[in-house]
């Protein structure tokens, strides 16, 4: 406890000296506080695109701000929150690349996104059946080190920031060719052979485009009544969401045509038609899709290519190399989502390059250990590569815009 003086006037020089220390401690107090909304206000305005903060760097509709700013750390954070979800649910799907794809390709993105998305899927899968030189590993290298190329840009130039969407689509297909690749090694999907599968494609495409619609839905309906899981393929779920749709669009026409005049009906039912047949070409791809599936798993039983193999020092190596790609995805499609933060990590991505492909290079020699030697290793990785093409076509055919 502090005691007084006794002394009158020393008792006043102190009461006066404590007076003036709170003064003091009141000013700095409230000079936090400001200071704390100003930054605040100043974190704000950077998120809102609005921001004047000196050396910021200005981006349409976004502003990238200095490593020192306290906004960065929110946005890191943010950051492996998104990184860490998406993870869990490529994790929990790698077993199902079907599933998979559903997750990245279906559920995950925007319907606008869905023809970009289906066009660069079709563009992996021609310079997979054009890798005849080295495989699938030919076509990763390639791939990775155009999309690395261009993230590196974001260290000098704003342009990249333009052409995310591209390189969220394009390290989303790697991501899935990379699965498939997985799960042929461990047998959770089975290699298909080219003949076989041309055979199986055409016979279910001229099954689907000769029956008529009404048979398929029925067909569809008798398969979910006897296996209720049958609704969780990636095929009749889209042919049931095509049926919902043609419900929806069927009451929707016959409301307006109960009101409409001579003129208006005619525009009506041209709509319509247009949007029926529509969903009767998606219902065909997709029951042709199913009937492919359902001839593949008959071939089965037969042994496959790696079922003498062992190849788990191969799988793991994979695994964590799509876990790292998880990653990577996760990065550009938080620097589409933010407006702030958002160069420092993808140039921290781009600077992985060359680990990334060290990894690659790396796994050719476990194929080698695994086949029993380059040349067996070498004529895999073009069969995975074939593979993988045909399941990529077979898949984008689902996604109707």
């Not at 319907?111 to 005849?132: I, M, N, Q």
Request: glycine share 6%; charged share 30%; with cysteine.
């Amino acid at each position: 406890m502090f005691i007084l003086p006794q002394n009158p006037s020393e008792r006043k020089l102190v009461t006066t000296l404590s007076g003036v220390n709170r003064e003091i401690f009141t000013i700095f107090g409230v000079f936090g506080a400001v200071r704390g909304v100003v930054r605040d206000f100043r974190c704000n305005k950077l998120l809102l695109g609005t921001s004047d903060v000196p050396g910021s760097v200005l981006v349409p509709g976004r502003v990238l701000v200095p490593e020192s700013d306290s906004c960065y750390a929110v946005g890191v954070a943010g950051l492996d929150q998104l990184a860490g979800g998406e993870w869990f649910e490529i994790k929990e799907r790698l077993h199902r690349p079907e599933h998979l794809f559903e997750y990245l390709c279906v559920e995950s993105p925007p319907r606008r996104e869905r023809d970009p998305l289906r066009r660069t899927l079709e563009s992996h899968a021609e310079s997979l059946e054009s890798a005849v030189e080295g495989g699938v590993f030919e076509f990763r290298l390639h791939e990775l080190s155009l999309i690395f190329g261009e993230l590196a840009e974001a260290e000098f130039s704003s342009e990249v920031f333009g052409r995310l969407g591209d390189l969220e689509h394009r390290f989303t297909g790697i991501l899935l060719v990379t699965a498939v690749e997985r799960s042929l090694l461990t047998r959770d999907l089975e290699f298909v052979a080219d003949e076989e599968t041309q055979d199986a494609t055409e016979k279910a495409e001229q099954t689907a485009e000769s029956a008529d619609v009404n048979q398929i839905i029925a067909d569809v309906k008798e398969i979910v009544q006897a296996d209720p899981n049958a609704k969780m393929n990636a095929a009749i779920k889209n042919i049931l969401l095509q049926l919902q749709k043609y419900r929806e669009e069927t009451a929707t026409y016959r409301k307006l045509k109960e009101q409409a005049n001579s003129y208006r009906l005619e525009m009506y039912s041209r709509t319509f038609a247009a949007t029926f047949n529509q969903i009767f070409e998606s219902i065909r791809k997709n029951y042709a899709a199913f009937l492919e599936e359902q001839e593949q798993a008959k071939r089965r039983g037969r042994k496959s290519v790696v079922q003498d193999l062992d190849t788990r020092k191969w799988t793991r190596d994979l695994t964590q190399h799509i876990e790292q790609l998880s990653w990577a995805r996760s990065t550009v499609l938080f620097a589409r989502k933010e407006h702030a933060g958002v160069r420092e990590p993808l140039v921290r991505v781009s600077r992985r390059r060359d680990a990334y492909l060290k990894e690659i290079a790396e796994e050719k020699d476990t194929a080698a250990d695994a086949a029993g030697g380059e040349a067996a290793a070498h004529r895999l990785s073009r069969l995975i590569a074939r593979d993988t093409a045909l399941r990529l076509r077979r898949w984008t055919a689902q996604l109707t815009p």
